[in-house]
């Protein structure tokens, strides 16, 4: 019953991305090729919110699920691993016709390929697991 809210919320953010035709191919076709502003508008919105998110989270210190408190480390911040993720982002992004979030709508929409490609996000998920401490951050 806990994971219920959950679960609403992720079919509610999964109506608002279909909606806000987020999910569309030919939209992120448009953002690629620079003919739209729509999803670059869609983009810097999330980010000004999600600044505001972390900003709360750490003010009133909320806490999880679990009731433990949110902390965000600091990380260290070098142009070459913004870069390189970027690129790989980018290109996982650009090959699949949308990002993480919106394959799984794409799925409930019934394009069921996108199946593979969250099953190989989370195999890349599982590999980079694997090789983290090998890696440099």
Request: proline share 4%; hydrophobic share 50%; glycine share 12%.
């Amino acid at each position: 019953m806990k994971l219920l809210k959950f679960l609403a919320l992720g079919i509610f953010f999964g109506v608002v991305l279909t909606k806000a035709e987020i999910i569309s191919w030919f939209r992120i076709q448009e953002m690629f090729r620079f003919q739209a502003f729509h999803m670059y508008g869609i983009i810097g919105s999330a980010v000004v919110l999600g600044a505001i998110w972390v900003y709360l989270i750490k003010k009133y210190k909320v806490k999880d699920i679990d009731g433990e408190e949110i902390v965000i480390p600091p990380k260290q911040h070098t142009w070459f691993r913004y870069i390189i993720g970027g690129t790989i982002f980018g290109m996982g992004w650009a090959m699949t016709g949308a990002c993480p979030g919106p394959s799984f709508a794409l799925v409930g929409y019934g394009y069921w390929s996108y199946l593979i490609v969250i099953f190989f996000g989370v195999v890349g998920t599982y590999v980079y697991g694997k090789l983290q401490k090998y890696l440099p951050h």
